[in-house]
């Protein structure tokens, strides 16, 4: 069974406190991991779509890395609007359209 | 933009009340897709669609069904709502193009509190 695991739970960073979010996963066969943003009373914003071992995607100060059993997203130089949970999930190249999330990390940036 | 519209934002229910949840995707796309959120659990999948009239059970497809009448529009039905019930709700939608049917977009959710 496909699993994601996310660490962790909650990071409480200052304004430019530089710190990276870990998504572990175990699935038969890759097709897809995905990483999303969700602000409190929404639904999730796509981020990035990462395919192969050493492949990296980034936007503005967020950077996800993929190996082939973890995905890190690195947020570089945080500010208070970075505050967000943060959701990764895997597709596997079995399971057609069927994503699987893991929890959710809760980052808070205060000024 | 794509835009993913829910029709309800906040519900209450009563235990054994028929519940619709519905949405409406205004992109073409091909999949959409049912998720419920809870604290600690993450999104699990209730069911999804990949054509009008076709549905596939998800992770978790006890106690809800679905409708697809018309490409834009999926609906999740509880027949008989259950406080194991109470939670947020969010649709989906997604192209079928290759390698991009895990982008997904959502709607705002819904949050059904069954009493």
């Known amino acids: 069974e496909d699993q994601v695991t996310q660490s962790p739970e909650a990071l409480r960073l200052q304004e430019g406190e530089s710190s990276s979010l870990n998504c572990s996963y175990t699935?038969?066969?890759?097709?897809?991991l995905f990483w999303y943003r969700q602000d409190p009373g929404k639904g999730p914003e796509f981020l990035f779509t990462?395919?192969?071992a050493g492949e990296e995607k980034e936007k503005e100060r967020l950077k996800a890395t993929l190996t082939k059993k973890e995905s890190f997203l690195h947020i570089t130089a945080p500010k208070p609007e970075d505050s967000a949970t943060y959701l990764c999930?895997?597709?596997?190249?079995?399971?057609?359209?069927?994503?699987?999330f893991g929890a959710g990390t809760q980052v808070v940036v205060t000024p | 933009d794509v835009k993913v519209t829910q029709s309800s934002r906040y519900l209450v229910k009563r235990t054994g009340e028929k519940v619709f949840l519905e949405c409406v995707q205004d992109?073409?796309?091909?999949?959409m897709f049912w998720y419920r959120q809870d604290p600690g659990l993450g999104l699990r999948l209730i069911y999804f669609?990949?054509?009008?009239?076709?549905?596939e059970k998800g992770d978790i497809p006890e106690g809800y069904s679905v409708s697809r009448e018309k490409k834009e529009r999926f609906s999740l039905i509880l027949e008989s709502a259950s406080t194991n019930q109470t939670s947020m709700y969010l649709c989906?939608?997604?192209?079928?193009?290759?390698?991009?049917?895990?982008?997904?977009?959502f709607g705002e959710g819904s949050r059904l509190t069954v009493l």
């Open positions: 989906a939608s997604s192209l079928t193009s290759g390698r991009v049917t895990g982008e997904l977009f």
């Open positions: 699935v038969s066969g890759l097709r897809g």
């Open positions: 990462l395919y192969s």
């Open positions: 999930a895997v597709q596997a190249l079995d399971s057609w359209g069927k994503l699987q």
């Open positions: 992109m073409d796309h091909e999949n």
């Open positions: 669609s990949y054509d009008v009239k076709m549905k």
